[in-house]
C-alpha cells in the first residue's frame, strides 16, 4: 500500500507543535510494516536545505483562476523516508517562518492544498526521473491540507482518481481555517455542496470540509476523538463529528514518539545516561548538574518541578502560575521552566522566577538540548493542559522516569495513570479547570516523593516501562487506510459500504 503524507509541518525540518512530530515519526513506523509511506511538505524558507541535503527534482507549471506560476518540487530522504518539498513563488520557498497571519496563512495553504493532487500527477509521470509512483491513500493533516480531501471528492470523475483513498487527522480542532470562501472563489476552488456542510452553514470551513468530504477521520487520542464531539472541544464542529462517528468513520489512535531518539540509554545530550535498571543514581547526578546549571541549589532531597511547554491558556500556564506563586511560598521545592508564547505569561513566568530566585529558574527560549536535560533531571513534570488532543511531553517525561501532574482530558487521560499508594500509576491526575486543583495536586505530589520514596520509585520504573512506541498505532492506521480504500472498490466487492452510503444519504436528507 502507498500513502502521501500532506503536512504543513515536518520534524526535523519545521516544527511548531506535536502536529511536526507525528508526521516526521508515523511514516518510518508504517514503512517498518511494508507500507510505502511518503510525505510532501512546502519548503518553508527556514529549512535549511544544504544540512539535509535537500535538491530540487522536477518543475511544472500551474494554473489556477487568479494566477499562475512554477511549482518547484524538491527531495531528501530522512530516517529512510522519502520527503518531498513543494516551493512556488510567493507562497513557499522564502520566509523564516511556517506560519504568518491569517490572511496569508489561507493563500498559501490553500494553494498549497491545490498542487497536492497536481504533484501527484507529475509522480505518476516519472517526473524528473523517478520511478513512477502514486499513493493509495492521501493522508492530510489539520486544516493547512484538509482541502485536499474535497479536491480529491471532485478529481473522482477521473478514473486515475476514483479508487483513492482519503484520510484528515486532526491535531488540534481550535485551528480550522474559517471564512475562507472569499479565498477559495478566488482560487478556483469549486463550491461545496455536502448537506451536512450546508445545513450547518460550515461551507466555507476547511477543516469542516475535511471532515465532510474525507473517507475517515482520525484523532491523536482516543478521548478526544470523544470530546470534540462535544460543544467544550468540538469548537462548532461537534456535529460534524457527530455524524461521522455514526458510521464508525471516527477513530482515535494514540500518537507515539521515536523512542530511538528520546531513550534516556542512548541521549547524547545528557551527561549520565541510563535505563530502567539504573536510573535512581544517574538520575540523581543529572539534576545536581542541571540544579548547578539552572542557579539552583544542589540538593537531592529537594523535589525538582519541571514545564516545557508553549505558553498559553491552552497548556493552562495560566493555571500553573496561579498554583506555583503558592506552592514556591510555604513548600520546600524547586521550578524550572523552558518554553515561549504568549508574552504576557512569559512575564508572568519570568515575575514568578523572580520572586522565587533561589529556587526558581525560567529559560523563556526554544532549547532541545535543554529539554532532554530537563526531562533526564526533574523529578515531576507539570501539564496542567485545558485540552490536550495527545501531549507528547508527558510521554517524553514518563520515558526519561520524571513522573506528570497532569489534567485529566484528551491524551494525557490516555497515557497518566493515577497514583494509587505506589502500586498503580504512573504520575498525578486532576480533573477540575482551577489552580486549586493543579496546587493541591503538586502538594500531593511533593508528599509523595518526600516521604513515600519506594512508591515513588516503583512508579517511576512503571512509567520508563510504558511502550510509547508507533508500533502499535501504526497498525491502527493501516486499519484505517484499508477502511478508506475499501469505500472505492468495486460495487460488487464493498456491498456493506454501499449500504453505508445510502444511509448517510437518507440521514442528511432527514435533517433538512
Not at 511547554?309 to 495560566?318: F, H, I, M, P, S
Not at 508564547?341 to 532541545?368: H, I, M, N, Q
Request: aromatic share 12%.
Amino acid at each position: 500500500m502507498n500513502v502521501l503524507f500532506a503536512s504543513a509541518e515536518v520534524t526535523p525540518f519545521a516544527k511548531v507543535g506535536g502536529l511536526g512530530d507525528v508526521v516526521g515519526s508515523l511514516p518510518k513506523a508504517l514503512r517498518a510494516q511494508g507500507i510505502d509511506a511518503r510525505v510532501l511538505m512546502p519548503l518553508h524558507g527556514s529549512i535549511d536545505r544544504a544540512k539535509y541535503g535537500i535538491k530540487p527534482i522536477f518543475r511544472y507549471p500551474f494554473t489556477r483562476r487568479n494566477s499562475s506560476g512554477d511549482v518547484t518540487i524538491h527531495y531528501a530522504e530522512y530516517d529512510g523516508v522519502p520527503i518531498y518539498f513543494m516551493a512556488s513563488w510567493p507562497f513557499f520557498g522564502e520566509g523564516n517562518t511556517v506560519y504568518g497571519d491569517i490572511p496569508w496563512d489561507m493563500k498559501r495553504f490553500v494553494f498549497f492544498s491545490q498542487t497536492i493532487l497536481a504533484t501527484v500527477v507529475h509522480f505518476r509521470l516519472g517526473a524528473g526521473g523517478l520511478e513512477p509512483w502514486s499513493p493509495d491513500v492521501l493522508h492530510v493533516h489539520d486544516w493547512h491540507t484538509a482541502l485536499a480531501s474535497f479536491l480529491l471528492e471532485e478529481a473522482r470523475r477521473d478514473p486515475a482518481w476514483e479508487r483513492t483513498g482519503s484520510v484528515l487527522s486532526i491535531h488540534n480542532m481550535a485551528y480550522q481555517g474559517t471564512e475562507a470562501g472569499g479565498y477559495l472563489w478566488d482560487a478556483g476552488v469549486p463550491g461545496r455542496h455536502n448537506p451536512d456542510l450546508v445545513y450547518q452553514d460550515k461551507t466555507d470551513n476547511v477543516l469542516g470540509m475535511g471532515i465532510a468530504y474525507s473517507d475517515m477521520l482520525s484523532t491523536v487520542s482516543p478521548r478526544y476523538a470523544t470530546e470534540i464531539q462535544y460543544p467544550r472541544f468540538g469548537e462548532g464542529l461537534e456535529g460534524l463529528v457527530r455524524l461521522r462517528n455514526i458510521d464508525g468513520d471516527v477513530r482515535g489512535i494514540l500518537n507515539g514518539i521515536d523512542v530511538d531518539r528520546w531513550n534516556p540509554a542512548t541521549d547524547p545530550w545528557i551527561a549520565n545516561p541510563y535505563s530502567v535498571d539504573n536510573f535512581q543514581e544517574a538520575r540523581a547526578l543529572n539534576k545536581a548538574a542541571l540544579q548547578q546549571e539552572s542557579g539552583l541549589a544542589a540538593r537531592p532531597d529537594v523535589p525538582l518541578i519541571a514545564m516545557i511547554t508553549r505558553l498559553v491558556e491552552q497548556k493552562g500556564a495560566d493555571l500553573a502560575i496561579g498554583a506555583l506563586y503558592r506552592l514556591l511560598a510555604d513548600t520546600d521545592c524547586q521550578f524550572v521552566v523552558l518554553g515561549t508564547g504568549d508574552p504576557a505569561l512569559e512575564v508572568a513566568f519570568r515575575r514568578l522566577c523572580d520572586t522565587f530566585a533561589w529556587k526558581a529558574t525560567a529559560y523563556l527560549k526554544f532549547d532541545p538540548m535543554l529539554s532532554q536535560r530537563i526531562y533526564s533531571a526533574c523529578d515531576l513534570f507539570l501539564m496542567p493542559s485545558r485540552y490536550e488532543p495527545c501531549g507528547l511531553g508527558q510521554m517524553m517525561a514518563m520515558r526519561y522516569g520524571a513522573l506528570p501532574v497532569v489534567r485529566e482530558t484528551g491524551g494525557l487521560a490516555d497515557t497518566v495513570h493515577n497514583y494509587d499508594n505506589g502500586e498503580v500509576g504512573t504520575g498525578f491526575v486532576f480533573l477540575w479547570e482551577e489552580a486549586d486543583a493543579v496546587l493541591n495536586t503538586l502538594r500531593w505530589a511533593v508528599h509523595t516523593y518526600r516521604f513515600n520514596p519506594s512508591a515513588f520509585d516503583r512508579m517511576q520504573q512503571r512509567a520508563m516501562l510504558m511502550d510509547f512506541s508507533w508500533t502499535k498505532s501504526a497498525r491502527e492506521y493501516i486499519a484505517v487506510y484499508e477502511r478508506a480504500l475499501s469505500k472505492h472498490l468495486p460495487a460488487s466487492t464493498s456491498q456493506p459500504e454501499t449500504k453505508t452510503k445510502r444511509k448517510k444519504s437518507k440521514r442528511s436528507t432527514e435533517s433538512a
